[in-house]
């Protein structure tokens, strides 16, 4: 009687999480690399330089890992190690960029920031090398503000509508309507610029003000949210879209019942990338909204500063006071672009089908399982009565 051999059993394979083993390995292999490669730095070989020491620690890091993972993995672990790896390293390289960015514009513009004159004056009485308790960027943070609103109020709704015609409509000028996107996606910032100075300001005799600013700014912002809505709206399952119109309703009411909600979140990153896109545009902001250092809240008449051009125009006067102030307008940038971020993932992070807790009292009280606000409870009436 021959016996039939039982299959082996798969090795389970380890999702995510830190081991023991992987540290091992890792301690080792970096070690491991960094010895040798010191010793052909400066024993062995004649060569010098720190970038490609490092470079050279990195790459006998990876052949260490490989070899010291094949001692307990096959080949599939060994190159999901060594995958890892890379993949972590990249991710570990674009946060440390990212940190020292931001860690280098706080350092230098911190004796601009300590200042609360900073945030509460402007620059228009005060000459470039006046000390840092003189002076602010109350104007280019104003400017910022509402060149970047009226931006996006030209360019959300527009933008939102023609994805809805990409990817909902589907007319016959669809297939035109994307290539001009595409057209328009590669434009350069200062194009941009200079067609709304051509046209507004030379051929209609229009002012340089904040309001061409904003022009100049949607034409690079919308398609950025065209291309992003679009592709969010064709994720949306279109199984919601064949329930919708079962029930009888119009093509309208889908989109603004159905698509549109399922895809609040990703269509609020659409006005994210749009406002990363644009708020710290130079080019167009200096040729149309000209520059000026005293205080104009009015977008629509006479020059107006942003804080991209601030930065831009104090970065090239020779003084340390006016560089620190550069610096400390950066951070400020930056802080504003957290705050929006913020604001959108408020506003359209909910998900879908979320129901407040006022729509929900008035499904009820329409369906007649809860009662009016306004309404008078007959019985408890006649029960006082008596």
């Known amino acids: 009687m ?6 082996a059993t798969p090795a389970r394979v380890r999702v995510g999480g830190v081991s023991t083993e992987l540290v091992l390995h890792v301690v080792s292999a970096a070690a ?20 490609g020491f490092w470079l050279s620690w990195y790459l006998m890091f990876l052949v260490l890992l490989a070899a010291a993972s094949a001692t307990t993995l096959d ?16 991710g570990l390289i674009l946060v440390g960029a990212l940190a020292g960015i931001v860690f280098f514009t706080t350092v230098r513009g911190w004796e601009a920031l300590k200042h609360l004159n900073f945030y509460r004056e402007t620059t228009a009485y005060i000459g470039p090398d006046a000390p840092l308790d003189q002076g602010g960027i109350l104007a280019a943070m104003v400017g910022t503000l509402e060149q970047v609103a009226i931006s996006v109020l030209l360019s959300v709704p527009l933008g939102v509508a023609t994805a809805i015609y990409l990817s909902e409509v589907r007319g016959k000028l669809a297939r035109l309507v994307r290539s001009v996107v595409e057209a328009m996606s590669a434009v350069p910032t200062i194009v941009a610029g200079l067609f709304i100075y051509s046209m507004m300001i030379l051929k209609f005799g229009q002012e340089r003000s904040g309001f061409a600013a904003s022009m100049a700014l949607s034409v690079s912002m919308i398609p950025v949210v065209v291309t992003t809505a679009e592709v969010v709206l064709r994720l949306v399952p279109g199984g919601l879209r064949e329930a919708s119109l079962a029930l009888g309703t119009t093509q309208w009411q889908t989109v603004r019942r159905v698509v549109l909600p399922t895809a609040r979140s990703g269509l609020v990153t659409a006005v994210l990338l749009g406002v990363a896109r644009v708020i710290g545009e130079t080019s167009p902001v200096l040729l149309v909204a000209g520059y000026t250092s005293e ?8 020059p107006q500063l942003s804080l991209p051009l601030f930065v831009f125009n104090s970065m090239r006067l020779p003084t340390d006071v006016a560089i620190a102030r550069a610096f400390g307008a950066a951070v400020v940038l ?13 506003i359209g992070g909910k998900p879908p089908g979320h129901v407040s807790k006022r729509k929900a009292r008035r499904v009820a009280i329409t369906a007649g399982l809860a009662p009016a606000p306004n309404s008078i409870n007959v019985a408890s009436l006649e029960g006082d009565n008596s």
């Open 2 to 7: 021959t016996t039939v051999p039982t299959p």
């Open 32 to 51: 491991g690399a960094l010895g040798l490669v010191w010793l052909m730095y400066e024993r062995m070989l004649p060569i010098t330089g720190t970038i």
């Open 75 to 90: 080949r599939m672990g060994v190159i999901d190690r060594v995958v890892g790896a890379l993949v972590a390293t990249a």
């Open 295 to 302: 205080m104009n809240a009015d977008p629509l008449h006479g």
């Open 334 to 346: 930056l802080l504003l672009v957290v705050i929006f971020f913020a604001l959108a993932r408020v």
